[in-house]
């Protein structure tokens, strides 16, 4: 089984910073996928960004240059550093693991983030 425990969410006004964690234990393999998903009221959950094992990134088009994932494969956890937040990145935010041995995916219970105007 896989635990995924997120960390780091609260209220920020918009155009300030914030940063995200999740701590991943259980069977995870530093060759597993890492990243964020969110859900804002009302709307569908998207991804925000993923990671592979050699550091390879992806990122939603609404974040692009204002938010950077990063992961320590030692430690099994995700990072998400996000700045100029603007009101529409209100949501929660899920971290996400895909493991490749099996293709089988996680998400965490997620932590709101919410941005002011």
């Known amino acids: 089984q896989v635990q995924l425990v997120e960390s780091g969410g609260g209220l920020v006004q918009a155009g300030g910073s914030m940063s995200l964690s999740c701590a991943a234990s259980?069977?995870?393999?530093?060759?597993?996928?890492l990243g964020w998903y969110r859900q804002a009221p009302g709307k569908q959950s998207e991804l925000v960004a993923v990671v592979t094992y050699n550091g390879s990134t992806n990122y939603a088009e609404s974040v692009k240059a204002r938010f950077t994932i990063s992961r320590d494969s030692v430690k099994k956890a995700v990072f998400l550093r996000m700045i100029n937040l603007e009101v529409e990145d209100t949501a929660v935010y899920f971290c996400?693991?895909?493991?490749?041995?099996?293709?089988?995916?996680?998400w965490g219970q997620g932590t709101q983030v919410t941005v002011s105007s």
């Open positions: 259980g069977r995870i393999s530093s060759h597993d996928v």
């Open positions: 996400y693991v895909r493991r490749v041995e099996t293709g089988r995916e996680y």
